[in-house]
């Protein structure tokens, strides 16, 4: 069973920025693809970005050219880089890995979340 584990979540000003971590407890990025999702109150969760096996990345229209997403395949470690916050931006975010590889096809883990909230 793998463990996806965030961190990185607070407050923080408008205009302001964070690093999310999402720490796996086995080397999977070789065979799940990795996203970060949100989930604002009231709302349905979002995928706000992903990166591939393949080392391939997608956003979110409301993100891009403000989040990064990256990882450390020797630390395990998915990362968010978040840049000019807004309040919109304010969830809990949660890290995902959907198997990909034939041996762990639809499998698929989430993390217990992180909030993030933008406020002045």
């Known amino acids: 069973q793998v463990q996806l584990v965030e961190s990185g979540g607070g407050l923080v000003q408008p205009g302001g920025s964070l690093r999310l971590s999402c720490f796996a407890s086995?080397?999977?990025?070789?065979?799940?693809?990795m996203g970060w999702y949100r989930q604002a109150p009231g709302k349905q969760r979002e995928l706000v970005a992903s990166?591939?096996?393949?080392?391939?990345?997608n956003y979110a229209d409301s993100v891009k050219g403000r989040f990064t997403i990256t990882r450390d395949n020797a630390k395990t470690t998915l990362y968010l880089q978040m840049n000019s916050l807004k309040p919109d931006d304010t969830a809990v975010y949660y890290c995902?890995?959907?198997?990909?590889?034939?041996?762990?096809?639809?499998?698929?883990?989430w993390g217990q979340g992180t909030q993030v909230t933008v406020s002045s």
């Open positions: 086995e080397r999977i990025f070789n065979f799940y693809d």
């Open positions: 995902n890995a959907n198997g990909r590889t034939s041996n762990v096809r639809g499998i698929n883990y």
């Open positions: 990166l591939t096996i393949s080392g391939f990345t």
